[in-house]
């Protein structure tokens, strides 16, 4: 067990941080490493990858789904992890990736075989940009380079993650650690534990922290905006204190082979436990559907998603398959 950094929270330790106890284990890296070797070349060789069918809106759906819903609530799904919410008249962007590769090295790495569902230049003036880990499909230094407006953008990120925005030139740049708030423009935002990992390089692993995040808008819209996780007791725990939302985000993809994505990917029917778990009434899978991270089909991921929701009580109308570039109102319990 590494040493905890004394009088520091449990998961701040000498070699970095960690997941909250009782979290699932990574396997060891040895039992990883050959399905890692042979993942950039599956890239670049393995073929098509299958897009669903009605899987995206065309450019002017996108902007008359948009324009038709200002002035209410609403969530709209760009791609992966990224997601444009207007809550209370501020628009906030998470995890954006607006590039064609999640890799240092491309084109050896993920590549994207479904566009983002609007161009950079196509976005209204964001307000807050929220990064759940600094894992290069959720923290895209192209992309927080050449958002528009950059210096009045609030970036809202967990401990250590500030330097890259700093770096691109953002002059308002909050850290958090886990259960910490701050309110920024009438939105309160509060960090909370995930189960997961962060690395950007060989040589440093864990040394940023990762989180999900609880945003809450001055009318009380609050939405959970969740990242990669595995699932595990730490959110049950979370729901007690923080639960009650209106929208979970939540990733359901890459999440086989399980030697591989244990410990850092749930399996869609747990990653629905996560937003039960914190209490909230509607559940939008995100994290599928745009780029190959994991073994595993679009199909069956979105079929165990609902099989796991089913299993538990969730009805289908509470579970959120959207279209990329798609836009829904988040009702108001």
Same mark, same amino acid.
């Given at each position: ?23 699932? $284990? /990574? *396997? ?8 890692? +070797? @042979? &993942? ?5 060789? =393995? ?10 809106? $065309? /450019? *002017? ?8 819903? +200002? @002035? &209410? ?5 760009? =791609? ?139 009318s009380g819209i609050r939405v959970y905006f969740g990242g990669d996780a595995e699932y595990g007791p730490v959110y049950a725990d979370m729901g007690e204190r923080y639960g009650g939302f209106d929208l979970s985000l939540l990733s359901i993809g890459a999440f086989l082979p399980r030697i591989v994505m244990r410990g850092s990917h749930c399996i869609p029917e747990e990653c629905i436990r ?60």
């Amino acid at each position: 067990m590494p040493e905890q950094i004394s009088g520091k929270p449990w998961h701040h330790t000498a070699e970095g941080f960690r997941n909250p106890p009782g979290s699932p $284990k /990574r *396997n060891d890296w040895l039992k990883r490493l050959s399905w890692y +070797i @042979g &993942k950039p070349f599956k890239a670049l060789f =393995g073929g098509e990858t299958k897009v669903p069918e009605n899987h995206f809106l $065309k /450019r *002017n759906e996108v902007f008359q789904g948009i324009e038709s819903k +200002i @002035g &209410k609530n609403t969530v709209t799904w760009l =791609g992966h992890m990224t997601a444009m919410l207007r809550i209370d008249g501020k628009v906030i962007l998470t995890d954006p990736w607006f590039t064609n590769y999640a890799t240092p090295l491309p084109p050896f790495g993920p590549k994207r075989y479904v566009a983002p569902g609007l161009k950079l230049a196509e976005l209204p003036k964001v307000d807050f940009i929220v990064i759940s880990h600094n894992h290069f499909d959720h923290l895209d230094l192209a992309t927080i380079s050449n958002i528009p407006h950059k210096k009045e953008i609030t970036a809202i990120v967990p401990l250590g993650v500030g330097k890259y925005f700093r770096d691109a030139g953002y002059e308002q740049v909050v850290e958090l650690d886990w259960e910490e708030t701050i309110t920024v423009g009438k939105i309160k935002y509060t960090a909370l534990p995930v189960i997961h990992w962060s690395k950007r390089s060989a040589f440093y692993t864990n040394d940023t922290l990762w989180a999900g995040w609880a945003i809450t808008g001055q009318s009380g819209i609050r939405v959970y905006f969740g990242g990669d996780a595995e699932y595990g007791p730490v959110y049950a725990d979370m729901g007690e204190r923080y639960g009650g939302f209106d929208l979970s985000l939540l990733s359901i993809g890459a999440f086989l082979p399980r030697i591989v994505m244990r410990g850092s990917h749930c399996i869609p029917e747990e990653c629905i436990r996560i937003g039960v778990d914190l209490k909230a009434r509607n559940h939008l899978a995100m994290g599928w559907g745009t780029v190959k991270l994991g073994d595993e089909s679009n199909e069956e991921t979105v079929r165990r998603f609902y099989s796991g929701a089913k299993e538990i009580g969730i009805g289908d109308e509470n579970i959120w398959i959207m279209k990329i570039g798609e836009t829904r109102v988040i009702p108001k319990n």
